[in-house]
């Protein structure tokens, strides 16, 4: 049967940790997949960070998915510069999933139209229109043809971001979309948009109660809600809250803090607050 580790423990009902990788290169994404035991998935951004959809996505999935069964899944946020609900996206979709991504992540969808469109890219048929064809992609997921097209449907995660107006106007209807396993809140984007700071490192206290609300709207639809944090300790939080898929960090800024806190020991002096960081 096609499983990972996020789908498992969405399944057991269980906070998921993952990591955003930001910079591209298979080293850095096998050194994040081999960091802690902890670790449920791994995020390649191909939006905002450096890792190239063509090549880099395939490439960085193939290095983590090298490790074998333990390793984190594998997500990937497409760049979706498009209207999505025209079916933009789908291209995008095909080929991070044909190269073995076991979820995708899609930003700025702000109505139930475009989140049909990401799903049905996203499904086989008769729940969607996405085409078989890869050689790749059974082979990164560890399992036969015929035993990811059985399962690949209900074990593939597709989720979208809310981080605009319409989407929160909207998220009900979005949320209604069969297919979708659930949202995943950008606190940036979702504190700009509304015309409020980005978090520092927390959100801003009415951001904060949309952030709630969106939680307590996906869980009542059935859905999964996941967040983006930059801490061990804010994760901890949101994971007492019932969030169920949550950022800790990022390699990024992982690897900038550690780098400060041991030259900051070095040097004999103690590392402030971090203040805004992604």
Request: hydrophobic fraction near 45%; include cysteine; proline fraction near 6%.
């Amino acid at each position: 049967m096609a499983t990972h580790r996020l789908l498992e423990a969405f399944r057991a009902s269980k906070p998921a940790f993952g990591a955003w990788i930001t910079l591209p290169g298979t080293f850095n994404a096998r050194v994040a997949a081999t960091a802690s035991p902890h670790l449920s998935w791994l995020l390649i951004d191909c939006e905002h960070g450096m890792t190239s959809l063509q090549p880099g996505a395939a490439e960085s999935i193939v290095a983590i998915s090298g490790l074998g069964k333990s390793a984190p899944s594998t997500m990937v946020r497409i760049p979706a510069t498009g209207a999505s609900a025209d079916g933009s996206a789908g291209w995008q979709i095909k080929y991070v999933l044909d190269a073995g991504a076991q979820g995708v992540l899609v930003p700025m969808i702000s109505t139930a139209a475009q989140a049909k469109s990401v799903v049905a890219a996203a499904r086989f048929p008769p729940k969607g229109i996405r085409g078989f064809g890869s050689p790749f992609t059974q082979t990164a997921w560890g399992v036969s043809v015929a035993d990811y097209l059985a399962t690949a449907n209900d074990g593939v995660v597709v989720m979208t971001q809310v981080e605009t107006v319409d989407a929160v106007k909207n998220l009900d209807e979005i949320l209604s979309v069969d297919g979708l396993d659930g949202v995943f809140i950008g606190p940036y984007d979702l504190s700009l948009a509304h015309g409020y700071p980005p978090p520092s490192p927390d959100p801003h206290p009415d951001v904060e109660v949309m952030i709630q609300d969106i939680l307590r709207r996906s869980h009542a639809k059935g859905k999964k809600c996941a967040i983006y944090c930059t801490s061990g300790s804010q994760s901890a939080k949101r994971a007492e809250e019932g969030f169920d898929m949550i950022n800790v960090t990022s390699d990024s800024g992982a690897m900038a803090q550690a780098l400060a806190q041991s030259l900051a020991v070095a040097a004999g002096e103690q590392v402030g607050p971090q203040g805004l960081r992604y």
